[in-house]
């Protein structure tokens, strides 16, 4: 097959690209914003265990958002589905962190790595299960 970038194949490309983009980022701001501990700041001082809950985290989100922009028939349909899907992976994420907590709210404050798995494990599962619901 013979396939040719048009103007308006790219424009098509940039914008979905931008949306999931854009709700990727709203989204992972939001659980960092959530989290009783700073996500960031422990990365940066080599928390294992939270870079592994925010790359699962990270994962989780890109899954269904791969999803709804692949099945999505307009732009405007990709941004509501995957600001569903965004809205999911956070309760998902509440509930992780509500069992991960009850063994202390510091386990990823603590670089208890288990917590970090087990929060991204939950994530990515979600989404992927977030991801397969989503196909029209």
Avoid: C
């Amino acid at each position: 097959m013979h396939y040719v970038i048009t103007g308006q194949s790219f424009l098509a490309f940039a914008a979905f690209m931008g949306i999931g983009l854009l709700i990727l980022l709203l989204a992972i701001t939001l659980v960092a914003l959530i989290t009783p501990h700073k996500e960031i700041t422990l990365i940066r001082q080599g928390n294992k265990a939270a870079g592994i809950g925010m790359a699962g985290a990270l994962v989780g989100l890109a899954l269904p958002i791969n999803s709804v922009i692949s099945h999505s028939v307009s732009l405007v349909d990709a941004a509501i589905w995957a600001a569903i899907a965004a809205v999911m992976q956070m309760l998902a994420f509440g509930i992780s962190r509500a069992i991960i907590t009850r063994r202390g709210p510091d386990q990823i404050d603590a670089g208890n790595e288990s917590a970090g798995w087990f929060s991204a494990g939950v994530a990515i599962a979600v989404g992927l299960v977030n991801s397969a619901a989503m196909v029209p």
